[in-house]
């Protein structure tokens, strides 16, 4: 210890004062305490001022913190007091924000309650200036601005008071009424100056027309002058049309302006019918070209019309109106144009004034580029429509009485039943004219002008079926389907009844049955094929009758009898013909025309084989034939002279060379059928014995033997045999 304290302060020395004595004069113990000794002298010494200092720097550092603490307390004492004050304060301020809230509240309530108030007031206090202003004497009020800014103040007060949320006001149900009335009195005002100006207008044109100061065709120059002025007006009626009592003063407008433009369209129209129906006129006695003329004009008229009427009004109501209107302005055309049309009776000039209308006038709905609702553009088609049903109307009355007249009571010639020379002389024609290069049948482009060709078709036809196809092509397309499917369906069955007829009045004038069966077949499938090219629905609807046929049998032998009014005589009156009977027919003039060439084939059919097979009808015929040393010598003798005569009569008709053969075969058919019956017949169920076994021939051997004898196959064609037998069974079936 005492070596550290020696060796620390040994250096404290150093850097202080020096040591009295160094270790290295230390020698004894004496020595080293007196240096020990001087040593802690100096230490001392040395300590004790610092000590102080530090001592005194202690108890300042102590005595500032002691009145740090001191002003701390201080400090926290005045914050308390601040905290307190703060506390009060934030309290009060807080009862006044309370206050200040509630205070906005309810003056925002007031404001609110205030502002609500002068606005429900403010339709009442509305209707005293509008009537001030309705009150103004004329009409001249409704072009000026404060009409219209009027018109928007009626138009919220009303909806205000028609509000169902606003009943409860008490005043409500008492200036609703009023507000409707002034309403009311400012479209009438509307209408009374509409009015009067299109009369204005309207007089002025008049007067200058009768001084020839202003022509027919500058009136409407000076009409859409004032155009614009009017459609803005009268806009403010047709908006407000929710209301009924406003439609009918819409309605005074189109009545207005339709009258003020009748009384000056309709003379130039009636000036214009008189001179095209004059009998100077070149339209006078042709119903077609006075229509063209007549409906050109009218239409012009119409165009011009249109586009002046939506140049005053432009709501959609108006297009009943426009056209109710356009319909009177065409009323001489139709006073005109319908006597003309019901007078007239050539057939071909109401067809040429049906294709007319229906093509240049009617509105094609199909079209795409055409919009079926475009407002803008006119349907003069609407207009002429009752022309074109009257027209229709007309083709159709003189269609039937050309069935009645020309095909169901036709009286033939005896050039008429001159068959087959008209057939011949026909192929002769048709051949002789052929290098002139007319529409052929077979050429596709001109199929549909080639089929009703009455010089090059028609010639050798009967003169009803050309009568026919002639009436079908005429009116074809130009009256509804349904009355075309069913006039067609008169004129068919009318047609096949005078073909009918026709075949009985040849039988009796040929005394030829062959005649008469290829003729009926000839003119029958000439039907059928001229009808493939009508679109005709063969869906008939049934035809009721009431048949009093049994009533007036009963009355008569009550009445003859003397029993008419007995007891017994009404009983048996009400028992058996109290009542008509009513008949239900279904006429289908396919079927019917299909049945009756079915039945002419057949005819036809059995008509050759019978000559063909005279010698093995029979019983007795059978038996002689089959002791004969050839039983197939009689059919064989009859074939080869028959063949040739079927082939020319079928080619004297038939001009289609495969139907001819196909006729040919099915008379073979019936032929090859009836041998091989009387084949089995004798010698296979009779069990007869031939003569001479070598010449008989069964029925396949007949069958190629008469093949060869009618040659079927070189004249039909390449087909292979499975196709001719086909064929040929579908013929003796009764179908070509």
């Not at 113990?29 to 230490?43: I, P, R, S, V």
């Not at 429509?385 to 009645?404: E, G, Y």
């Not at 009431?546 to 009355?555: E, N, P, R």
Request: charged share 30%; with cysteine; aromatic share 10%.
């Amino acid at each position: 210890m005492y070596d550290l304290k020696a060796a620390r302060w040994g250096r404290g020395k150093a850097r202080g004062k020096k040591a009295t004595l160094n270790l290295g004069d230390i020698h004894d113990e004496l020595d080293f305490a007196d240096w020990y000794g001087d040593f802690e002298d100096q230490l001392e010494e040395s300590n004790v001022d610092e000590y102080r200092l530090f001592a005194e720097t202690l108890d300042s550092h102590l005595n500032t913190c002691h009145n740090l603490i001191s002003s701390t307390d201080q400090a926290l004492k005045i914050l308390e007091d601040l905290k307190s004050s703060f506390t009060t304060v934030e309290s009060q301020t807080s009862t006044f924000q309370e206050s200040c809230s509630s205070l906005l509240s309810k003056q925002i309530h007031l404001q609110s309650l205030a502002d609500s108030v002068a606005t429900n007031l403010q339709p009442f206090t509305e209707l005293e200036p509008i009537t001030r202003q309705l009150a103004r004497p004329g009409s001249d009020f409704v072009k000026s601005p404060t009409f219209r800014e009027m018109l928007v103040r009626l138009d919220h007060c009303l909806e205000w008071m028609n509000d169902p949320a606003h009943r409860e006001f008490k005043e409500v149900e008492t200036y609703a009424p009023k507000f409707r009335q002034c309403m009311t009195r400012s479209m009438t005002l509307i209408r009374n100056y509409f009015v009067q100006s299109i009369r204005e207008v309207s007089d002025e044109i008049i007067e200058k027309v009768k001084k020839k100061q202003m022509n027919d065709t500058s009136q409407y120059a000076k009409f859409r002058i004032h155009a614009p002025a009017l459609r803005d007006i009268v806009y403010e009626i047709e908006k407000r049309c929710g209301h009924e009592e406003y439609i009918s003063l819409l309605n005074e407008c189109y009545s207005s302006f339709a009258s003020v433009r009748q009384r000056m369209i309709l003379p130039l129209i009636h000036k214009r019918m008189q001179e095209l129906s004059s009998p100077g006129s070149a339209t006078s006695k042709d119903l077609v070209a006075f229509a063209r003329s007549a409906i050109s004009f009218t239409r012009s008229i119409c165009l011009d019309e249109f586009e002046l009427f939506y140049a005053y009004f432009s709501a959609e109501r108006g297009d009943t109106e426009v056209y109710n209107f356009l319909e009177t302005i065409c009323e001489p055309l139709y006073d005109y144009i319908r006597p003309k049309i019901i007078h007239e009776t050539n057939l071909i000039k109401l067809c040429e004034l049906c294709t007319l209308l229906q093509t240049r006038y009617m509105r094609d709905l199909e079209d795409p580029e055409i919009d079926p609702f475009d407002r803008s553009q006119l349907d003069f088609g609407q207009l002429i429509q009752s022309t074109l049903q009257d027209t229709q109307t007309r083709i159709v009355f003189r269609a039937q009485a050309i069935v009645r007249d020309e095909i169901e009571y036709f009286n033939p010639k005896p050039e008429d039943l001159d068959y087959p020379n008209k057939c011949v002389r026909s192929r002769r024609k048709s051949e002789a004219t052929r290098p002139n290069a007319l529409p052929s049948k077979e050429d596709p482009e001109n199929a549909e002008g080639a089929a009703f060709d009455t010089e090059t078709m028609f010639t050798g036809w009967y003169p009803t079926l050309r009568k026919c196809i002639w009436l079908l092509s005429k009116i074809y397309r130009l009256v509804n389907e349904s009355v075309f499917d069913d006039l067609a369906h008169t004129i068919v069955h009318a047609t096949t009844a005078s073909l009918l007829a026709a075949s009985q009045a040849l039988l009796k004038a040929r005394s030829n049955p062959a005649d008469s069966h290829i003729f009926l077949i000839r003119h029958l499938l000439l039907l059928k094929e001229q009808l493939v090219a009508f679109d005709i629905e063969f869906a008939h609807q049934p035809d009721v009758n009431i048949d009093f046929s049994t009533m007036t049998s009963t009355f008569s032998s009550l009445r003859i009898r003397g029993s008419l009014f007995s007891p017994t005589g009404i009983f048996e009156l009400v028992k058996t013909a109290a009542m008509p009977k009513v008949i239900t027919s279904m006429l289908d003039a396919k079927t019917e025309l299909d049945t009756h060439l079915r039945a002419a084939i057949a005819q036809f059919v059995d008509h050759w084989r019978n000559r063909m097979t005279e010698g093995i009808k029979g019983a007795s015929n059978r038996l002689a034939a089959a002791d004969s040393p050839d039983p197939a010598a009689r059919v064989k003798t009859a074939v080869e002279r028959e063949t040739p005569l079927l082939r020319k009569k079928v080619g004297e008709y038939v001009d289609d060379r495969r139907t001819g053969e196909t006729l040919v075969a099915a008379v073979m058919e019936a032929v090859i059928a009836a041998y091989k019956e009387y084949y089995e017949d004798v010698f296979i169920s009779q069990g007869k014995q031939p003569r001479n076994p070598a010449l008989v021939l069964d029925g396949q051997a007949f069958a190629r033997w008469a093949e060869n004898v009618f040659d079927i196959g070189e004249a039909i064609g390449d087909e292979d045999q499975d196709d001719r037998r086909s064929s040929r069974s579908v013929s003796r079936a009764g179908s070509v």
